[in-house]
């Protein structure tokens, strides 16, 4: 796992005051499209990982890479909407899935904040479109930023950061992320077997 090329400013910015003194809440915001969501995966991985390489990036190889790249690590908890996860729960129900992030996902994590971590380290919860979180959830998340679970790392992931509430965001450091100049995008697009990449990116 690994960042875009035009990720590497940000990411050096976040580790720079070292692992220790990382924020218990992190906001990535920016444009739709841009790969923050990619961003908040690898900083997940990279706070699992067992032998984190010089640049702060996971090693892909030890057991917490394997488990977290098969989305089966214990100590990660990706909160989204029901809409955009599939499964075979949601296949079942009756009803259409919630395009927003409910309360009871919120309180859903109460538990796995509780319990000592299954590695010995960190906690790492994804909370991605961060948006999305209606007002009930919103509160409840508010409650845990608040007083914050030791070892445990909150990371939102927004399109839109004036949908966030403001005492969410002042309990967060924000972190903003870059659209990538055009010549990183083309040579992105050249290097992913895109035909014309510069005429795709245009459109």
Request: net charge neutral; hydrophobic share 40%.
């Amino acid at each position: 796992m690994s960042l875009y090329s035009w990720q590497s400013s940000p990411w050096q910015q976040l580790w720079q005051p070292g692992i220790e003194r990382m924020p218990h809440g992190i906001l990535l915001c920016g444009n739709a499209g841009i790969g923050k969501r990619a961003f908040a995966k690898v900083l997940a991985n990279s706070l699992l990982c067992q032998r984190r390489l010089s640049d702060n990036l996971p090693c892909g190889e030890c057991d917490a890479c394997r488990f977290f790249d098969q989305n089966s690590h214990p100590d990660f908890r990706l909160i989204a909407p029901e809409s955009e996860v599939e499964s075979e729960e949601n296949e079942a129900k009756d009803k259409k899935p919630s395009e927003f992030i409910t309360i009871n996902q919120i309180r859903s994590l109460g538990d796995f904040i509780a319990l000592t971590s299954h590695q010995n380290g960190r906690r790492v919860v994804m909370i991605s479109p961060a948006e999305h979180l209606n007002p009930n959830a919103a509160n409840a998340l508010l409650k845990m930023l608040e007083e914050p679970p030791a070892q445990t790392l909150f990371v939102l992931v927004t399109n839109h950061l004036s949908r966030i509430l403001p005492t969410i965001r002042s309990r967060c450091r924000l972190l903003k992320l870059p659209a990538p100049e055009d010549r990183d995008a083309i040579t992105w697009l050249a290097q992913h077997d895109c035909a014309e990449p510069a005429l795709n990116l245009a459109l």
